[in-house]
């Protein structure tokens, strides 16, 4: 396998080794956290310093001969070349994309997709993609292959692609835009850090194209459009649709990178800012005769709405999962606020009424059925990070070191934080995620946010149940346990749910909370086929205690 230092014009990743996911064991030698930090989904080796020591080992002050054909051949690309996989690897990737990834991340229209010379790379990229959900241990070592060439194809490739202005534009950024998902959810580190050194580059291709520009592709189609011309106006329509489903994506992508390594956004995630995308029928239309007869009644119903007719229409779900993200970004924005009790009070306080509206109106309203948006378990992880500073939870069980995790700051802030109000609220919230969670259905592919929202939840829970004060009566502590506005809006009886995560309530079980985290860890290796998933719950296996049972 090629080196992946050779993703970026410049040497950004080199020195980096190859991580494979794969059991982890504990090393009695070192602490648990120091052991930890070392298989953090994030970790490479480098110094986090951000200084570097100045290299006087070197007596050379002038430039040779020498020196000057190593520098000219640094700067030479090198795209390596290897063998495509067969035609029937590529169809079986293909069809496995289309499948069960697409309906999640919908951003090619799938109706008029078809493989041509301006697509190539797009039609790699998803290769790449369904490599993962095909499941098979070599099938995903075909689709880091294609990942990595492709990654590369695309920065040797994208100055002289975007200054023609043609119709590969829009393909090429379909194509980095999976491959960063790719890369999001491969589980290598490495693969996670190219992804968020690659995002910001993303994000100004899209800018040059003005994909953020708020648009409505049926403002560009007329009713004699459609009985004139009904397949070139469907063309028209899904070129303008695929573009507000790409920013729809980096949007999400940016929030998702925002919050898994606990920066800022690059950004504004606002309402006006957001796109707004079409009916979830006018994009499923397989035929420009289908679609034309929707469109017009979609035109009609709008001229209605105009006049002052009513006009109720269900919101589409990936419109429902943008503003929901986008009250995740609006939680980042404001993360400074949680270390200070009054302030972290007051943004719980702002945020439950939007989150209670969006529950009661996307959430409460729709059919008891499966969302393949999982827009339940995203709602609930956004109280956890609205009641817990995520970034100290990561770092006591290990993010950084052992140093940092047992610091005075850390263990003072999650005391506190565990037996309050605030603590008790994340642990509710956090064993309703593995509640829900576990009646999702194993063949089901679960959006790019899930394994995130599991790891945050089941470290909450840990850390929650590891610094809470035992030296009170359970039965005192189970007085005062606090009945949550949203608690309410679900009907759901807070008491019982501790109860039943904890176990006995004769007395605190180590084993009933180590239980619990046990199913935490297990639902993130069967959720999907997503390796990030596996990759979290090693990193969480790490923090089962060494008890025997006859101990417990």
């Avoid at 230092?5 to 982890?24: H, K, R, T, W």
């Avoid at 009641?387 to 995790?405: P, Q």
């Avoid at 599991?454 to 606090?482: G, H, M």
């Avoid at 807070?494 to 176990?503: F, H, T």
């Amino acid at each position: 396998m090629k080196s992946a230092n050779q993703f970026l014009p410049i040497d950004l990743v080199n020195g980096l080794a190859e991580q494979q996911i794969q059991p982890l064991g504990r090393d009695i030698s070192s602490p648990v956290e120091d052991v930890v930090q070392r298989e953090w989904f994030t970790y490479t080796g480098s110094s986090r310093s951000g200084l570097l020591t100045p290299d006087i080992s070197s007596e050379q002050t002038q430039v040779d001969e020498t020196y000057r054909a190593n520098l000219e051949a640094k700067l030479q690309h090198h795209v390596p070349i290897f063998p495509l996989p067969s035609t029937d690897f590529l169809n079986i990737c293909i069809q496995a994309y289309f499948t069960k990834f697409h309906p999640l991340f919908p951003v090619i229209h799938a109706p008029t997709f078809r493989p041509s010379a301006n697509r190539s790379l797009l039609l790699l990229s998803i290769c790449s993609m369904g490599s993962l959900i095909v499941g098979l241990s070599h099938a995903k070592a075909q689709g880091v292959k294609i990942f990595e060439t492709l990654n590369k194809a695309i920065l040797a490739s994208w100055e002289g692609i975007m200054s023609g202005r043609g119709a590969e534009v829009t393909p090429m950024i379909q194509a980095a835009l999976i491959g960063q998902t790719f890369g999001l959810l491969s589980g290598r580190q490495k693969d996670l850090f190219i992804a968020q050194t690659f995002h910001g580059t993303l994000l100004a291709w899209a800018r040059r194209y003005q994909m953020f520009k708020s648009r409505k592709p049926s403002d560009c189609i007329s009713l004699e459009d459609l009985s004139r011309h009904p397949q070139s106006a469907w063309r028209t329509w899904v070129q303008a649709e695929e573009q507000n489903r790409i920013a729809a994506a980096l949007h999400i992508h940016d929030i998702e990178f925002a919050d898994l390594f606990v920066t800022d956004t690059y950004l504004r995630h606002t309402v006006s800012k957001r796109p707004t995308l079409c009916d979830d029928e006018l994009w499923a239309a397989t035929t420009a005769e289908e679609w034309s007869k929707l469109m017009a009644h979609h035109l009609t119903s709008s001229q209605i709405a105009e006049n002052g007719g009513a006009l109720r229409k269900a919101t589409p779900r990936l419109n429902a999962y943008l503003e929901l993200e986008g009250i995740v970004a609006s939680v980042v924005e404001s993360r400074s606020l949680i270390l200070d009790t009054d302030k972290s009070e007051e943004l719980a306080n702002h945020v439950t009424p939007t989150l209670i509206r969006f529950y009661t109106a996307h959430i409460k309203s729709q059919p008891k059925q499966y969302d393949k948006f999982c827009l339940l378990a995203l709602w609930h992880s956004i109280f956890i990070s609205i009641t817990a500073n995520i970034d100290y939870l990561e770092l006591a069980i290990g993010k950084e070191d052992s140093r940092l995790a047992n610091s005075t700051l850390i263990t003072e802030y999650l005391r506190t934080w565990a037996n309050s109000p605030s603590g008790q609220r994340a642990a509710f919230h956090a064993v309703l995620i593995l509640s829900h969670l576990e009646q999702v259905a194993l063949a089901t592919e679960t959006p790019i946010h899930i394994p995130r929202v599991i790891f945050r939840a089941a470290i909450a829970w840990f850390c929650y149940t590891k610094y809470q004060d035992n030296s009170e009566p359970p039965q005192l502590q189970e007085i005062r346990i606090v009945q949550f506005p949203e608690l309410n809006e679900m009907s759901i009886n807070g008491q019982k749910v501790l109860s039943e995560a904890r176990g006995s309530r004769l007395e605190r079980s180590v084993m009933a909370e180590s239980s619990t985290l046990c199913e935490f860890i297990d639902l993130l290796q069967r959720m999907g086929h997503w390796a990030l998933s596996k990759r979290l719950a090693g990193i969480l296996n790490l923090l089962l205690p060494d008890i025997d049972v006859e101990e417990r």
